[in-house]
């Protein structure tokens, strides 16, 4: 770990005050990821704005909706009663994800922004697009089993790797952020960026912004949602596939659908061409099939993952299974 300055904020004006004077800035939230990667010396920052005391940490219901300040713990959320109740898909996501002394660290601000854990990112032995500029994709040729099908790039075919903002992409959440420039509102499918050129952006997000909450919506429906995980082992261990869904049922015919995909994709994968082909639809196996390939038609496998495409659709084929069954 190289040296770097620590400064505890206490508010917010303060700490977007300090990461917008400081381009090596970081604000640190439980520190679970970005500590993680300093000792990697994969992140350098010169100083670290520790957001702990910032009064952020309160989980809000409103009739419009819910606010989750971005302090709010993984585990906290998770069991909050109206996470439970409204947006069991959210609740499932979190508990599926790290563990239990992991989920009581970390924040909703920092699983936003958690990076890859490509090997190759993380060990600066390799080359790296997303570390180094122009550098190289070591992952392209290498052993790239647990990388993406969806959204990649010639530079980059590294997996998003948070369970939670997959049930935030189903959710239809928005993202409350502020900084230099004021406060945004910025919808969650358009928060973290395509790859492109530059794997290195992975969000909208600019030099010191802050994350302040999360808003999910009202949606009755959303009590009718559901988080679907597959890995190699059954705790502390990332998607190989994974879908967040939920279904608006009536009459026995599909009114609505949300579906997002994990493990599979470059940022937290909504997959709308899924959620087109369920509408107008009786919830039936054929529905879901057509479903799932409509939602991995793009896919672009690599030499070693080619199983996750079968894989993925698999997934989303049950997650819907038990969503159209829950009563
Ligand atoms: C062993 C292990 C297993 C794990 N398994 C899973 C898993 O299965 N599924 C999963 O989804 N995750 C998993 N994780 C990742 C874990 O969820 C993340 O490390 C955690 O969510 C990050 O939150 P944090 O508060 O600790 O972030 P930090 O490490 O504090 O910060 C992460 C990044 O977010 C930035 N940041 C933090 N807060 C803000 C804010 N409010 N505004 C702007 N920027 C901010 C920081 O500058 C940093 O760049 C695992 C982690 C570990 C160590």
Not at 173 to 181: D, Q, R
Not at 266 to 279: G, M
Not at 292 to 320: C, D, E, G, I, M
Request: with cysteine.
């Amino acid at each position: 770990m190289e040296p770097f300055a620590y400064i505890r904020e206490t508010d917010s004006a303060t700490a977007i005050a300090h990461a917008s004077q400081e381009p090596g800035a970081a604000f640190i939230g439980g520190g679970t990821n970005l500590v993680d990667l300093m000792k990697l010396y994969v992140a350098r920052p010169t100083q670290l704005l520790d957001l702990n005391r910032l009064p952020l940490d309160k989980i809000e219901t409103m009739e419009t909706g819910v606010r989750i300040g971005a302090m709010v713990r993984n585990s906290d959320l998770a069991y909050h009663e109206a996470i439970r109740l409204r947006y069991p898909v959210l609740s499932e996501a979190l508990l599926s994800g790290a563990t239990p002394q992991i989920r009581n660290m970390a924040t909703v601000g920092g699983n936003l922004l958690q990076r890859t854990r490509c090997p190759y990112f993380r060990d600066t032995f390799w080359s790296c697009n997303k570390r180094e500029p122009s550098a190289g994709c070591a992952a392209l040729e290498g052993y790239n089993r647990s990388h993406a099908v969806l959204g990649t790039s010639e530079q980059c075919i590294a997996t998003h790797p948070s369970d939670m903002c997959v049930a935030l992409a189903a959710l239809d959440a928005v993202v409350h952020t502020s900084g230099p420039h004021g406060e945004r509102r910025i919808a969650f499918r358009d928060f973290h960026v395509s790859y492109g050129d530059d794997p290195a952006q992975e969000t909208v997000l600019q030099q010191g912004e802050l994350i302040t909450a999360i808003e999910l919506p009202v949606q009755p429906f959303f009590r009718r949602s559901h988080y679907l995980k597959v890995r190699d082992r059954a705790s502390f261990e990332f998607a190989l596939a994974s879908a967040a869904v939920a279904l608006d049922i009536q009459n026995g015919t599909i009114a609505a659908a949300r579906v997002a995909l994990g493990g599979v994709a470059t940022k937290p994968w909504r997959a709308t061409e899924a959620e087109e082909a369920l509408v107008g639809t009786q919830p039936s196996e054929p529905s879901f099939q057509a479903a799932a390939a409509a939602a991995l038609a793009a896919a672009k496998p690599q030499t070693h993952n080619a199983f996750k495409v079968k894989l993925a659709k698999h997934v989303l084929v049950r997650a819907l299974t038990t969503v159209a069954n829950i009563p």
